[in-house]
Nanobody, 128 residues
Framework: QVQLVESGGALVQPGGSLRLSCAAS????????IGWFRQAPGKERVGVSC????????YYADAVKGRFTISKNNAKTAAYLQMDSLKPEDTAVYYC?????????????????????WGPGTRVTVNS
């Protein structure tokens, strides 16, 4: 079963950029859709973005649309979340997870229960 580990979190000023990585081991991501989630202090974990098996299959939450970009590398060994124009409200621990279906839903992330193999998370702090 594929295992995931996130990295790339840091302290960054508002307006800055970060690139989060989600490294896979135990299998490649060829046949998996991968979701990125975040959990701010005292709040529930929410979906941010998802990338599917099919080229061009992606979903972005409204809060990040136009600022974040999700991708996979050519070897399908990692997924990434490029985060630009960061805001203080983007502060959270970011997680990646495997989606139980090949492709992402068009209008939402779907329930958390449909994701598994959660990584330990990486902390992003946006603060001046």
């Amino acid at each position: 079963q594929v295992q995931l580990v996130e990295s790339g979190g840091a302290l960054v000023q508002p307006g800055g950029s970060l690139r989060l990585s989600c490294a896979a081991s135990g299998d490649t991501l060829d046949y998996y859709a991968i979701g990125w989630f975040r959990q701010a202090p005292g709040k529930e974990r929410v979906g941010v973005s998802c990338i599917g098996k099919t080229d061009g299959n992606m979903y972005y939450a409204d809060a990040v649309k136009g600022r974040f970009t999700i991708s996979k590398n050519n070897a399908k060994t990692a997924a990434y979340l490029q985060m630009d124009s960061l805001k203080p409200e983007d502060t959270a621990v970011y997680y990646c997870a495997v989606y139980r279906y090949y492709d992402c839903l068009q209008y939402s992330m779907g329930p958390l229960e449909d994701f598994y193999s959660w990584g330990p998370g990486t902390r992003v702090t946006v603060n001046s």
